[in-house]
């Protein structure tokens, strides 16, 4: 089975690009989380939705960042403007329901912001 | 609100046993996790323990917990120089939908 599916792995951008950063979650898995990891903050939870709804999105830093998940094979995390310190790496996960609640996470997009 | 706090750094030798603390806040946590991340990959998941138990054993690693003190811990017996990785803790309050909250990690450097 193939697992999460992040793209692109790695993007290096101007400050002021737009960003979008793409996510497969596993087919069956109704729950999907983004995650950000920088060296700074550790691993920070931005935004997680179940059966394509957003739940809690209260780590979305500011209004800069969005995400969708328009169906359940599909979600992205856009950043317009960028700036230099969204350089990070960007986790996706899913999971379904299942007596471990296991996440299960993608590669990772590592972001570089000039 | 939630909170796991870890310590950042573990060395050990080859052979020896590693212990990962783990402290979190939040009482109503039902399922508690380590993940383990190698270099330039994603996590994955080491093992688990649901809050309702004091201990979890499976082959080298011993997950120890003190739900009083909210408290977590991870042995690795016999530790070896690929278990060199950054070990995250984890809580969640369910297994059904709710959010997972990560601490720091923990990166343990095993020397030969």
């Known amino acids: 089975d193939a697992g999460v599916i992040q793209s692109p792995r790695h993007e290096v951008t101007e400050m002021g690009q737009e960003v979008t950063l793409r996510c497969k979650p596993i087919?069956?898995?109704?729950?999907l989380f983004w995650y950000r990891q920088t060296m700074m903050r550790g691993l920070e939870l931005l935004i997680y939705?179940?059966?394509?709804?957003?739940?809690?999105d209260s780590g979305m830093p500011e209004d800069r960042f969005s995400a969708k998940m328009p169906n359940a094979s599909f979600s992205t995390l856009k950043i317009q403007p960028s700036e230099p310190r969204d350089s990070a790496v960007y986790f996706c996960?899913?999971?379904?329901?299942?007596?471990?609640?296991?996440?299960?996470f993608g590669e990772g997009s590592r972001l570089t912001v000039l | 609100g939630e909170d796991v706090e870890q310590s950042l750094f573990l060395s050990v030798r080859e052979g020896d046993s590693s212990v990962i603390n783990c402290t979190y806040t939040?009482?109503?946590?039902?399922?508690l996790y380590w993940y383990k991340q190698e270099p330039g990959a994603g996590l994955q998941l080491l093992t688990y323990?649901?809050?309702?138990?004091d201990m979890k054993q499976d082959q080298r690693l011993t997950v120890l917990l003190n739900k009083k003190d909210k408290h977590l811990s991870l042995r690795i017996a016999d530790t070896q120089t690929g278990d060199s990785a950054i070990y995250f803790c984890?809580?969640?309050?369910?297994?059904?939908?709710?959010?997972?909250?990560f601490g720091q990690g923990t990166e343990l450097s095993v020397k030969p």
């Open positions: 996960a899913s999971r379904k329901a299942s007596n471990t609640g296991e996440l299960f």
């Open positions: 087919s069956g898995h109704n729950s």
């Open positions: 939705f179940n059966n394509n709804v957003p739940i809690d």
């Open positions: 939040d009482s109503s946590s039902t399922y």
């Open positions: 323990i649901f809050s309702n138990m």
């Open positions: 984890a809580e969640s309050i369910d297994n059904q939908g709710g959010k997972l909250i």
